[in-house]
Nanobody, 114 residues
Framework: QVQLVESGGGLVQPGGSLRLSCAAS????????MGWYRQAPGKQREFVAL???????NYADSVKGRFTISRDNAKNTVYVQMNRLKPEDTAVYYC????????WGQGTQVTVSS
């Protein structure tokens, strides 16, 4: 079992920044992937970013150049630095963990509005 605890969501103005964190605990495998998905009102959950245990990242086209994913393996924590935020980024952001199974965080709300 793996538990994921997220933090860092909130309300920001367009062009602003937020940093989300997700700490994993439990039976963590040394080889895994962690990342972020999001779900906006009326839309399906979509991929945002993923990073492997060795630090190889992948991004959705919609966030490339604006979001940066990173991780601290000693803390089993993944981060996403979100810059130049747009109203279209408004969504519930879910942390994701995968080894032989997959797990989801509870979600944290990000609202980009003036």
């Amino acid at each position: 079992q793996v538990q994921l605890v997220e933090s860092g969501g909130g309300l920001v103005q367009p062009g602003g920044s937020l940093r989300l964190s997700c700490a994993a605990s439990g039976s963590i495998f040394s080889i895994n992937a962690m990342g972020w998905y999001r779900q906006a009102p009326g839309k399906q959950r979509e991929f945002v970013a993923l990073i492997t245990s060795v630090g190889l990242p992948n991004y959705a086209d919609s966030v490339k150049g604006r979001f940066t994913i990173s991780r601290d393996n000693a803390k089993n924590t993944v981060y996403v630095q979100m810059n130049r935020l747009k109203p279209e980024d408004t969504a519930v952001y879910y942390c994701y963990y995968s080894d032989s199974a997959h797990y989801w965080g509870q979600g944290t709300q990000v609202t980009v509005s003036s």
